[in-house]
């Protein structure tokens, strides 16, 4: 083997151990920040916050195009429909916070809808900030998706902006029926 064969051969070599590194650590890091999801059983409890919260599960799901409230109905806008999710939940001492995001099977999420945008007042709180005690503590999260969307809709998830972690996230599932 020539001095000249030889050089190509350690930068081969060089130049494949830093590609080999390169796609390892890419790859890694990917995992790490891109979410996993894991569908829970139908209606079971769980706690979707990936820094630990508390544990919930969606009593029911329910796609409509309009939405009640004391003033009246309201329409979802053109092309839209009213998701009503109810989440029972089992608050800590300190105090509970629940604000999920809508996931459907494709990965796409929806937040949810304030309140405050909403004309009129619904019966159940929108936050989780019952105490307790206080018997089987539930609470109202409101989203506005596109029709296509409709049948596509797997559950709750927590909200993750800075996931660092390779472990699965919970998805609340609603219950079959």
């Known amino acids: 083997m020539t001095d000249r064969l030889r050089q190509w051969l350690v930068a081969c070599i060089a130049g494949a151990s ?11 890091l990917n995992a790490r920040s891109t979410p996993h999801w894991q569908q829970t059983m139908p209606g079971a409890f769980a706690d979707p916050l990936p820094e630990g919260g ?9 796609v409509a195009p309009m939405l009640a409230t004391d003033r009246g109905d309201q329409p979802a806008p053109a092309g839209a429909l009213w998701v009503i999710a109810v989440i029972e939940y089992r608050p800590p001492a300190e105090g509970g916070y629940c604000m999920l995001n809508l996931l459907a099977v494709d990965g796409r999420q929806w937040g949810t809808v304030s309140p405050l945008d909403v004309d ?6 929108s936050g989780c900030t019952a105490t307790p005690g206080s018997g089987t503590p539930r609470a109202e999260q409101l989203y506005l998706i596109p029709e296509d969307a409709a049948g596509s809709l797997a559950g709750l998830v927590g909200i993750v902006s800075a996931h660092r972690g390779i472990s699965a996230h919970p998805v609340l599932t609603p219950p079959v029926g």
């Open 120 to 125: 009129g007042r619904r019966s159940l709180e």
């Open 54 to 62: 508390m544990p919930m599960r969606l009593a029911s799901l329910t």
């Open 18 to 28: 830093v590609l080999g590194v390169t796609v390892a650590w890419t790859a890694y």
